[in-house]
């Protein structure tokens, strides 16, 4: 069955009640039961919901995982993945990674005993040298937010494979469309639902897919005893989304190749981190391990000034946090996405104050050629 046809048939069978073609909203709290210990495979909403499961078993066969489980927020979904781990566990983890993972990381799960290493997941041999006695999970974003920098996920796949390590993948940026992390030995992926998956910018979720049942189970019994659930409503609006994701990247890739491209040529544009680029320092990789590059894109304008002229002058693209809508949306990292991420560390990683970071849509592709370029004429 083609990817297509699977995100819009896949656990979203007619309602046996009624025929409905579309998996209904089951806005309840609980279930009656038959009788004592006999009811109809649902107890509690918080244990199971009948939207919640129809998302979940489509989303499992889009990643080519055993089972999904579906939360509340992208972050909810990482946090509970982190609760396979133990006190005293170390975790390496992509550099350049979202603002808000590091936040997690560092300000909350350090404070309960977890240890974490940044290191470029670019090369393997980073990852190979950042290994402890007690590293127990690697942790990669890729393309990373917002440099698009990409791990190399073969080698790291064999290595933790090979150390019986837990590799987990945030798949947000590509969208099972375009990259199956689990086919290149990822244990675990992890999206935030409200990007690409559902793409309207109407929702808030998240979802961890796993490879194996043992995993599956935890994090089912998790998402269970620690509760932060996605609700059916949301449910319902991602599983809508998903039906068009595949007609959807393919509009997101090609108007981003081409944004890309006005980019990469603009007088004012000093540099363009996209890796469906030839200069892309992992372009051949990206062309192997994915089968598109997407519509998320940042560029550097050389300064605050700069920047800010161009996010105070766009009139198509929106100024606002998130991506993966289907209208254009356009951020800065190092006071938005990233301000949580420390000002040394951000210059490291080179999320400058002149970073400009673009969720190329899918609007016609001219018109948010000529919103950028209106704005860039402006710094």
Do not use: W
Request: proline share 4%.
């Amino acid at each position: 069955m083609g990817f297509a046809t699977k995100a819009i048939h896949t656990g979203q069978e007619p309602d046996p009640t009624t025929g409905a073609v579309t998996v209904p909203i089951y806005q309840t709290s609980t279930y009656a039961q038959d009788a004592l210990g006999r009811h109809k495979g649902y107890e509690y909403a918080r244990t199971q919901n009948p939207t919640r499961s129809a998302l979940e078993k489509n989303l499992a066969a889009l990643e080519g995982g055993v089972a999904a489980h579906c939360f509340a927020s992208g972050l909810a979904a990482i946090d509970t993945t982190l609760k396979l781990l133990k006190s005293g566990d170390h975790v390496i983890v992509s550099d350049n990674t979202y603002g808000g993972t590091y936040r997690l990381f560092e300000k909350v799960l350090r404070n309960f005993g977890l240890d974490f290493s940044y290191v470029d997941t670019t090369e393997s041999i980073n990852v190979e040298n950042a290994l402890r006695d007690n590293t127990r999970m690697v942790f990669v974003e890729t393309p990373t937010n917002p440099i698009m920098a990409i791990a190399d996920l073969e080698s790291i796949g064999k290595l933790t494979n090979s150390l019986g390590l837990r590799l987990v993948v945030d798949n947000t940026f590509m969208s099972p469309y375009f990259l199956r992390p689990i086919e290149f030995g990822a244990d675990i992926v992890v999206h935030s639902t409200t990007k690409y998956l559902n793409g309207h910018s109407d929702s808030i979720g998240g979802v961890v897919i796993t490879k194996n049942s043992e995993d599956a189970d935890r994090i089912g019994f998790l998402q269970n005893a620690v509760g932060a659930i996605i609700s059916p409503f949301d449910s319902f609006l991602i599983n809508r989304g998903v039906k068009t994701l595949a007609v959807r990247m393919r509009q997101h890739d090609e108007n981003g190749r081409k944004v890309a491209g006005f980019l990469a040529d603009h007088p004012k544009v000093q540099k363009v981190y996209y890796p469906g680029l030839p200069q892309h320092p992992q372009h051949e990789r990206a062309e192997k391990l994915m089968t598109g590059f997407g519509g998320m894109i940042a560029f550097e304008t050389g300064s605050l000034a700069a920047a800010r002229a161009v996010l105070d002058n766009v009139t198509l693209c929106a100024l606002a946090e998130s991506l993966g809508g289907v209208e254009s949306l356009i951020s800065h990292p190092a006071s938005m996405t990233h301000a949580s991420v420390p000002a040394e560390e951000r210059a490291r990683l080179g999320i400058t104050d002149g970073l400009v970071r673009i969720s190329v849509g899918i609007e016609d592709v001219e018109d948010i050629i000529a919103d950028l370029d209106a704005a860039l004429q402006k710094a």
